[in-house]
């Protein structure tokens, strides 16, 4: 399906990924991919921290979105009590829940083979797209879970992308003075200029 014949639901892509520093590379990676795909990325950066019924509303997040990427791979222990955070396993468990009810789609990456059967191993029989920690892999990933026979970008062509999105959100952070991306303004200005750099490369109208 070209990007064009898309609806405006099959367009949106819930992406559930870790938000560490460390995995910037492959979260831009994600927005550049998706965004050259005709996709439109979306996640819980979009709903404020504070305030009630969160939970409702990454539900309807989720539940606005014609498919969802929930990236795994991050699973470990961490900060003071040194444990695992559970909100992505929660929020795949939404989307598996959706995909109970509506045409859902949602698609699991990992790192390495065969790590989810030992994370997670009610999943066993659903084979994560591995993507080694890399922006090509996650690239790779990306074209087997949205590339279509015809219509769709290289993956050449969507490295080049990721190149010229990564050159726009460092110059991003030195005007801004963010250290992170997992910030509400800077998704968006990251969504936005992936929009743009796709329509001039003529990858989307």
């Given at each position: 399906?070209?990007?064009?014949?898309l609806?405006?639901?099959?367009?949106?892509?819930f992406?559930?990924v870790p938000?560490?520093?460390?995995?910037?590379p492959?979260?831009?990676a994600?927005?550049a991919?998706?965004?050259?795909?005709?996709?439109?990325?979306?996640?819980?950066?979009?709903?404020?921290?504070?305030?009630?019924?969160?939970?409702?509303?990454?539900y309807n997040?989720?539940?606005?979105?014609?498919?969802?990427?929930?990236d795994?791979?991050?699973v470990?222990?961490?900060?003071?009590f040194?444990?695992?955070?559970?909100?992505?396993?929660?929020?795949?468990?939404m989307a598996?829940?959706?995909s109970r009810?509506?045409s859902?789609?949602?698609f699991?990456?990992?790192r390495?083979?065969y790590?989810?059967?030992a994370?997670?191993?009610?999943?066993?029989g659903?084979?994560?797209?591995?993507?080694?920690?890399?922006?090509a892999?996650?690239?790779?990933?990306?074209?087997?879970?949205?590339g279509?026979?015809?219509?769709t970008p290289?993956l050449v062509?969507l490295k080049?992308?990721?190149?010229?999105?990564?050159r726009?959100?460092?110059?991003?952070q030195?005007?801004?003075?963010?250290q992170?991306?997992?910030?509400?303004?800077?998704?968006?200005r990251?969504?936005?200029a992936?929009l743009?750099?796709?329509q001039?490369d003529?990858?989307?109208a």
């Open positions: 399906m070209r990007a064009s014949s609806t405006a639901l099959e367009r949106n892509v992406l559930n938000f560490d520093s460390k995995y910037h492959l979260f831009t994600l927005i991919g998706l965004t050259a795909l005709g996709r439109e990325p979306h996640c819980v950066l979009e709903i404020p921290s504070a305030g009630q019924n969160r939970l409702d509303r990454i997040l989720i539940a606005s979105c014609d498919s969802s990427v929930h795994l791979s991050w470990r222990l961490s900060g003071r040194r444990l695992p955070r559970f909100n992505m396993p929660f929020e795949l468990g598996f829940a959706l009810e509506k859902h789609k949602f699991v990456l990992e390495e083979a790590r989810l059967q994370s997670l191993s009610d999943l066993n659903l084979d994560p797209h591995v993507h080694g920690g890399t922006q892999g996650i690239l790779r990933c990306l074209l087997d879970c949205f279509t026979p015809s219509g290289p062509v080049r992308l990721v190149t010229r999105l990564n726009a959100i460092l110059k991003l030195r005007e801004q003075g963010f992170t991306l997992y910030h509400p303004y800077m998704f968006r990251m969504t936005d992936a743009e750099l796709a001039t003529g990858l989307i």
